[in-house]
């Protein structure tokens, strides 16, 4: 029991430095504004999340968001970004490893990516509406955008946005998944 526990927390330690520094290696997408910065740091979430359940994939979230605050900072001085980015990531992943540890299938994964991208981009549309982009006017001390202009952010970039970048995401973790199968399908019945 004791060895299980070490061996998940060393697992969830390693994957969200990994994702950490996967989210350092962020790019812009093409037509969509520079601080919409896509990122592969889902990756060794969703890993986490597929092997030892939703909880660990949420931490690897966590712990790379409070990495990457605690090292980088933020603009703002209070951590908007950092939560957003936290949960999109949880919103994607949950699906994906619900789906996955039910069906133990590719098709299983597939449906639970393609529900969690669904998931993540009208929540964070939603979210973005209600509470993070006047968050980013409370703490820039920036002009407070109408609700026209952050209906038009949102439609325009926001949710393209969170929908490219679960489609990137999930065909990259799909090929992954394609060639580590094997060992996720023993790590997983070992956890």
């Given at each position: 029991m004791?060895?299980?526990k070490a061996r998940k927390m060393v697992a969830v330690s390693m994957l969200s430095?990994?994702?950490?520094?996967?989210?350092?290696?962020?790019?812009?997408?093409?037509?969509?504004p520079a601080f919409l910065k896509i990122d592969?740091?889902?990756?060794?979430?969703?890993?986490?999340a597929i092997i030892f359940g939703p909880l660990a994939g949420i931490a690897v979230e966590g712990i790379k968001n409070l990495l990457h605050y605690g090292i980088q900072g933020s603009m703002t001085?209070?951590?908007?970004?950092?939560?957003?980015?936290?949960?999109?990531?949880?919103?994607?992943i949950i699906p994906a490893s619900y789906f996955f540890r039910k069906y133990k299938t590719i098709k299983g994964?597939?449906?639970?990516?393609?529900?969690?991208?669904?998931?993540m981009t009208f929540?964070?549309?939603?979210?973005?509406?209600?509470?993070?982009?006047?968050?980013?006017?409370?703490?820039?001390?920036?002009?407070?955008?109408?609700?026209?202009?952050?209906i038009e952010m949102i439609t325009a970039a926001i949710a393209p946005?969170?929908?490219?970048?679960?489609?990137?995401?999930?065909?990259?973790?799909?090929?992954?998944f394609t060639r580590?199968?094997?060992?996720?399908?023993r790590q997983s019945q070992q956890a």
């Open positions: 004791q060895q299980g430095s990994i994702a950490y520094l996967l989210m350092m290696l962020d790019f812009p997408f093409p037509g969509l592969f740091s889902d990756v060794p979430a969703l890993l986490a001085g209070v951590p908007v970004g950092e939560i957003a980015n936290f949960i999109a990531g949880s919103l994607f994964l597939s449906i639970g990516l393609v529900a969690g991208t669904v998931l929540m964070m549309s939603f979210l973005n509406y209600v509470i993070i982009l006047p968050a980013y006017t409370w703490f820039l001390n920036a002009p407070q955008m109408t609700s026209g202009a952050m946005f969170n929908l490219i970048k679960g489609i990137i995401v999930a065909v990259l973790f799909l090929v992954l580590l199968k094997p060992w996720i399908i």
